[in-house]
């Protein structure tokens, strides 16, 4: 469980540069609101999962049928993904496609991401196989950890609501963006 948890806010740290360079800071999604909205609004569920994980993984056991509730939150999670995966190229077309290194960022995320599954894997065992509770029970890795990774689950559900906020083009929902200059961006 340590492992997975440090490689949770390996990836943590990853999407927010991800979010704030790449969907932020180059491409402005937030800002092209109605051609955006459908790639915000996965990231925003997206968004809503990994809060889910950053929030119980370092202070809740998932035992016995709470595993299979954990297990639906990974595997929606990755359909999410998969999902981003082709619905951002149609919405970042006029932008010319996704930037080169967002790709290789999103690899690198896949990765890790991975190696979170795998380290976890043995606990997942371990949850399946006791009494079903949902317990309060702090991972074996120090309090700052469980505390960074909280407040990585506010920020990504931040994050998340920001996106849904911007995908119903409500007012304000671009800024700092000016969401009437925004047509086509260079690369």
Known sequence: MRIALYLLGLQGIIGAFDTLYYHEWRAHLPARGR??????????ARDFFYGVLFTTLPWFSWNGRWAAIFLGVVVAEIILTLWDFVVEVAVRKDLGDVYAGERVTHAVMGIVYGSV??????????????????????APVPAWVRIALTAMAVGVLGSGLRDLYAALE???????????NISTQQR
């Open 117 to 138: 599954l795998a380290t976890l894997a043995p606990t997942f065992r371990s949850w399946w196989e006791s009494p079903t509770a949902l317990v309060f029970e702090p």
């Open 35 to 44: 051609r955006a909205a459908p790639e915000l609004v996965l990231h925003a």
């Open 170 to 180: 409500l007012p304000r929902g671009g800024w700092p963006w000016d969401t009437h």
